[in-house]
């Protein structure tokens, strides 16, 4: 069993920077791999980053430069996973969620509000 908690979300202008965290707890030795994902009232929720435990890393077109995904932990693990968000725009405004896969288990966090106005 892995639990997965998102922080970092709030408010901020366009073209400003937030940081999101999770933590992961539990069975972490099993995660395979952690990813980021957002969604918007209304539409899919989609994948904007992920990180497995080799430190491969995956974006969205969306985000890819602008965005950041990493993670601590000892080599081959995930403890807490990270999104560094630069120049950030009004349609990055989501609820970000925090993915963590475990074999065949897949765990979601509650996810934060991230909300880009002027």
């Known amino acids: 069993q892995v639990h997965v908690m998102e922080s970092g979300g709030g408010l901020v202008q366009p073209g400003g920077s937030l940081r999101l965290s999770c933590a992961a707890s539990g069975s972490t030795i099993s995660i395979i791999y952690m990813a980021w994902y957002r969604q918007v009232p209304g539409k899919q929720r989609d994948m904007v980053a992920r990180i497995d435990t080799g430190g491969r890393t995956n974006y969205a077109d969306s985000v890819r430069g602008r965005f950041t995904i990493s993670k601590d932990g000892a080599e081959n693990t995930i403890d807490t996973m990270y999104l560094q968000m630069n120049n950030l725009k009004p349609e990055d405004t989501a609820v970000y969620y925090c993915?963590?896969?475990?074999?065949?288990?897949?765990?979601w966090g509650q996810g934060t509000q991230v909300t880009v106005s002027s």
């Open positions: 993915q963590g896969r475990a074999g065949s288990q897949t765990y």
